[in-house]
């Protein structure tokens, strides 16, 4: 990608068993300063972890990005700006090919990419037809969702005591958010790939 914002990956190995996955990530750290590898030493499931994560940001505003997900060209910049367009956006999330009420072309379901279109020229043609626009949604998608701190520090971290090892969460979030004043963006110029699945395999929580 070719991203202006200054930013910083924070992985995190939550206790991987297989100490193949733990090599590779550390060896992919050592290939960029902005890369941090943290470990925890027990597994704390999908929601603590990102909430870790989280609170390790400090002030700093978050991107949750799934490990099976696929960027290109400018599109960190362009979810930040929709971030920035008015002062009460909690979370910004960008269109995908798998990602429920955010998914293209066929609505809630996993989308093939089109023919002979890669990421990148798709994501392009994204930005050239539908430059900066947004529209209001009741929940954000976390396979690739912005978050603004303004809204961690009102409205708090993911709730890990219900929704344990992922999958509603984000939601409860943006509900909370949206409670408390605070808007959750679909945003219209930004294509991200979502492979689906892989970050969690097999496994959901009870």
Not at 72 to 87: E, F, K, S, T, V
């Amino acid at each position: 990608s070719t991203c202006r914002t200054p930013w910083r990956l924070v992985v995190i190995d939550d206790a991987s068993p297989e100490p193949e996955v733990s090599a590779w990530l550390q060896e992919v750290a050592a290939t960029d300063s902005r890369i941090e590898l943290l470990r925890n030493e027990q597994n704390l499931g999908f929601v603590g972890t990102v909430n870790r994560g989280m609170a390790l940001a400090a002030e700093r505003d978050v991107l949750l990005l799934n490990s099976d997900t696929e960027v290109a060209n400018d599109w960190l910049d362009r979810i930040r700006a929709a971030a920035y367009g008015d002062q009460k956006v909690a979370s910004v999330t960008p269109f995908s090919n798998n990602a429920t009420i955010c998914s293209y072309p066929r609505f809630c379901q996993d989308n093939d990419l089109p023919e002979g279109w890669p990421v990148a020229e798709l994501d392009a043609l994204f930005a050239k037809v539908n430059p900066g626009q947004v529209v209001d949604v009741p929940t954000g998608v976390g396979f690739c969702m912005y978050i603004r701190r303004a809204a961690l520090n009102d409205v708090g971290l993911f709730d890990v005591e219900h929704f344990g090892k992922g999958y509603g969460e984000e939601n409860d979030f943006c509900i909370r958010a949206h409670k408390a004043g605070w808007r959750n963006l679909h945003l219209l110029d930004t294509f991200v790939l979502h492979s689906g699945g892989v970050s969690f395999g097999d496994s959901k929580s009870p």
